[in-house]
């Protein structure tokens, strides 16, 4: 009797939310974790996790896809741990980066990854677009059909 009992009790309680899907890119969901702790990490621009920055971190995935797909030089070891480095600085100091890692769910390998990818992406535009006036522009445009063609689901509008 006891064991039915505990089973209807846990059966009716209100379900716990572990993270919330804010997006879908390309079958890749990006949580809330994901958008909380790239931004106290300074790894994405912005002040909030609003519907501009979920969009900021499609666009990155995207451009990731792409980049991937041509596979541009690995970055320098030297270079990844100064972005690392700079992700330190900006959360105030080691064990500050601990907490913001530990609170969203990062490792330092994902944060090495992350700074990895962020290297790979900049390496690649270079290769694509030339250093003169519309570069911007090419590049928006670019991110504009990338959004076309990839299958992006943003799944909250409210934060």
Not at 31 to 51: F, H, I, K, M, Q
Not at 54 to 65: I, N
Not at 142 to 154: C, E, K, N, T, Y
């Amino acid at each position: 009797m006891l064991p039915v009992l505990l089973t209807c009790i846990v059966a009716l309680q209100p379900g716990i939310m572990l993270d919330r899907t804010l997006a879908i890119v390309s079958g890749r969901a990006i949580t809330l974790s994901d958008a909380r702790t790239a931004l106290a990490l300074g790894l994405v621009e912005g002040d909030a996790v609003n519907r501009e920055l979920v969009q900021r971190l499609a666009d990155r995935e995207l451009m990731l896809r792409e980049t991937d797909r041509y596979d541009p030089p690995e970055p320098a070891d030297d270079r990844i741990e100064a972005g690392v480095a700079a992700a330190r600085q900006r959360a105030g100091g080691e064990d500050a980066l601990a907490r913001i890692l530990d609170d969203g769910g990062f490792t330092m390998d994902r944060l090495r990854a992350w700074v990895r990818n962020d290297l790979r992406v900049e390496a690649y535009l270079r290769q694509r677009f030339v250093a003169d006036a519309r570069r911007d522009d090419l590049i928006a445009d670019w991110i504009s059909d990338l959004r076309r063609r990839g299958a992006v689901v943003m799944l909250v509008d409210d934060f």
